[in-house]
């Protein structure tokens, strides 16, 4: 079977998530694009790579522009991008900024495009990615089941009716790779100070977060049902999860952990 073809998109930023969507959308075939990417990392034909908004042809029309640079260059990035505008839908995958201040910059330009804002993760490099995403009313219903088609080829998409909502997607999903990533270094770091030999200490920790990580995609069990399968009644695991689970330790945690990414998102939004 042919994978759909996806939109035409000018990709503003080409980082790391910039980077990961844009490999995962070449794979799944995409109509001849064009990416703003400073560096200038070639890109195959038919797509183009655009080191300054002078090298994007003036009679390119694209149905999204995605801007995947720094919230603090929104401003910059969109006013570059200003003459693609009129036509397109605005995909943000930034964190905070939010449709209303993104429609005033580019009213800065003479244009208040529809604006979609999508949060998605870094995992969408290997097509397993999540992205929790948000639709303005003035996106119409085809243009959000393109902007659908794009996001999911890269992952699972989630959509929330509540914009606000996407601040704690983004500490959640958005952000939430980091935490298991850190729980992978804490295990290795912890088993090599335990004595267990550097490979082997790597290769537990990476295999029992991406074991885990595979058994939670695949099952059809809660994942507190995934948790207790592996607690025997005054086991080591009860053991380990008397530490973790006191509500000082690992739920407050989280809590205050998620609750600060989002506060930050909301403060991003300035
Ligand atoms: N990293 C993640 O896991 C996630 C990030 N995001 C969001 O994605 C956005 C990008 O983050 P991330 O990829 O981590 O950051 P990076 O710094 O890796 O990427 C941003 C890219 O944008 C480029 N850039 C900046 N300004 C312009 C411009 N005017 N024209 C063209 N390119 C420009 C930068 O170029 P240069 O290298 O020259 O500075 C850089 O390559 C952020 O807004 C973040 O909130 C969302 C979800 C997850
Ligand atoms: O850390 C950040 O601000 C971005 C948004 C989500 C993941 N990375």
Redesign the pocket.
């Known amino acids: 079977m042919t994978d759909p073809v996806l939109p035409r998109v000018l990709l ?7 980077g990961a969507l844009w490999s995962g959308w070449l794979r799944k075939g995409l109509a001849p694009s064009v990416v ?4 200038g990392t070639a890109v195959p034909a038919p797509h183009r790579v655009a080191k300054t908004p002078a090298d994007i042809p003036q009679d390119f029309q694209p149905d999204f522009i995605i801007l ?4 603090v ?1 929104a401003a ?2 969109i006013a ?1 991008i200003a003459p693609w505008l009129p036509g397109a839908v605005l995909i943000s ?3 905070g900024r939010t449709v209303a201040g993104l429609r005033d910059i580019a009213g800065r330009s003479g244009c208040r495009p529809p604006v979609l804002r999508a ?4 995992p969408a490099e290997i097509g397993q990615g999540i992205t929790g995403a948000y639709a303005s009313d003035d996106v119409s219903p085809a243009r959000r089941a393109q902007a659908e088609a794009l996001l999911s080829a890269v992952g699972a998409v989630a959509w929330v009716t509540d914009e606000a909502q996407i601040d704690i997607v983004t500490a959640i999903s ?1 952000s939430g ?1 980091a935490y298991v990533f850190l729980l992978a270094e804490l295990l290795e770091k912890t088993g090599l100070a335990h004595g267990l030999p550097a490979q082997t200490a790597r290769l537990l920790a990476r295999g029992t977060v991406s074991g885990a990580g595979a058994l939670l995609a695949v099952s059809p069990e809660e994942s507190d049902t995934l948790r207790r399968n592996v607690t025997s009644p005054n086991g080591t695991t009860a053991a380990a999860l008397s530490v973790l689970m006191t509500s000082e330790a690992w739920p407050k945690t989280i809590d205050q952990a998620i609750s600060a990414a989002a506060a930050r998102a909301r403060e991003l939004a300035q």
């Open positions: 503003v930023g080409r980082g790391k998530m910039g703003l990417d400073r560096h995947a640079v720094k919230p260059a910059d990035a570059a995958v930034m964190a949060m998605p993760n870094t958005g790779p």
